[in-house]
């Protein structure tokens, strides 16, 4: 596998990098592999923005469930009466 060596990092992001190696339980290795790939796609667009036969059909329903839900039912959030202190 290719070594790679980064030189004069910012202490900050050597921290942040770190710190999500932590969280995730991770190695160093492990990690920037990750967080590369990561922002390799993001910053090609290489990402996937649609969905499958199958997310798609469960979103449709998702979003069909929603909209039977009546107005009503939230309309009244934030409106009732303030609470009167004794």
């Given at each position: 596998m290719t070594e790679l060596v980064l030189k004069d990092l910012d202490p900050a992001l050597v921290e942040r990098i770190a710190a999500f190696?932590?969280?995730?339980?991770?190695g160093q290795a492990r990690?920037?592999?990750f967080l590369l790939e990561?922002?390799?796609?993001?910053?090609?667009?290489d990402?996937?923005?649609t969905f499958d036969d199958a997310e798609s059909g469960v979103l449709a329903a998702a979003i069909g469930a929603l909209e039977q839900i009546p107005d009503d039912t939230f309309a009244?959030?934030?409106r009732g009466a303030p609470v009167r202190s004794v």
């Open positions: 190696a932590d969280r995730q339980g991770w990690t920037l592999r990561q922002g390799l796609r993001a910053s090609v667009g990402e996937r923005s009244l959030i934030g």
